[in-house]
């Protein structure tokens, strides 16, 4: 779970950093973006020893959308209507309720 976590805050991390790298104008914010995707990566790979593919994936797409659209309104000044907010609320519970159900055996 923790290599999930880091996934997630890794992924939207990286995004956020690209989002201030406005194309080729900030080289750090650029660089940066791209290292925390590759870290991303490389912790999602050790999330799926313990946790199946296919729900980490899931939990990680959820999840870092809805970080990314947070730290979007928060330090990239976006905005966000109170009908958006309520669709990032379905994605938070979509998202709890494929973990928390997790894998069924056949």
Known sequence: MGFLVGTVVADAVGVALLGKAQGFERPGHLAGGVLALL???VLFSYATRTIPA?????VWAGASIVLVVL?????LSESISVAQYACLG???AGTAGIYLLG???A
């Open 71 to 75: 730290l979007g309104r928060i330090f």
């Open 103 to 105: 894998p069924t055996t």
């Open 54 to 58: 296919s729900l980490a994936n899931a």
């Open 39 to 41: 870290l991303g990566f």
């Open 90 to 92: 379905l994605i938070v």
